[in-house]
């Protein structure tokens, strides 16, 4: 069973960039497709981006041409650069790990971080 930590977050004004880390132990980090969601006060957790096993992603509409998501297998990580971020992208985000799905829905993943906390100042 693959345990995920995320870090990274923190307040930034708009326009500004961050860059989210999540550390998976546990499991076989390779054997695992990886994603991105995201919750905001009173919404929904909802998707931000995928890589596969093989590398492949997907990302929101939202936040194409702004976010990347990218793993290292060396270290068991998996990453979210965030650029020209909006106070709209103001939420808790979450990392997760799934053995079976490559999915933007929250449901094909099994294993689930803490989250960390992203603010922009508008």
């Known amino acids: 069973q693959v345990q995920l930590v995320e870090s990274g977050g923190g307040l930034v004004q708009a326009g500004g960039s961050l860059r989210l880390s999540c550390a998976a132990s546990?499991?076989?980090?390779?054997?695992?497709?990886m994603a991105w969601f995201r919750q905001a006060p009173g919404k929904e957790r909802e998707f931000v981006a995928a890589?596969?096993?093989?590398?492949?992603?997907n990302n929101a509409d939202s936040v194409k041409g702004r976010f990347t998501i990218s793993r290292d297998s060396a270290k068991n990580t998996v990453y979210l650069q965030l650029n020209s971020l909006k106070p709209e992208d103001t939420a808790v985000y979450y990392c997760?790990?799934?053995?079976?799905?490559?999915?933007?829905?929250?449901?094909?993943?099994?294993?689930w971080g803490q989250g960390t906390q992203v603010t922009v100042s508008s």
């Open positions: 997760a790990a799934s053995r079976q799905y490559y999915s933007s829905s929250r449901y094909g993943y099994n294993y």
């Open positions: 890589i596969s096993k093989s590398g492949n992603t």
């Open positions: 546990g499991g076989t980090f390779s054997s695992y497709a």
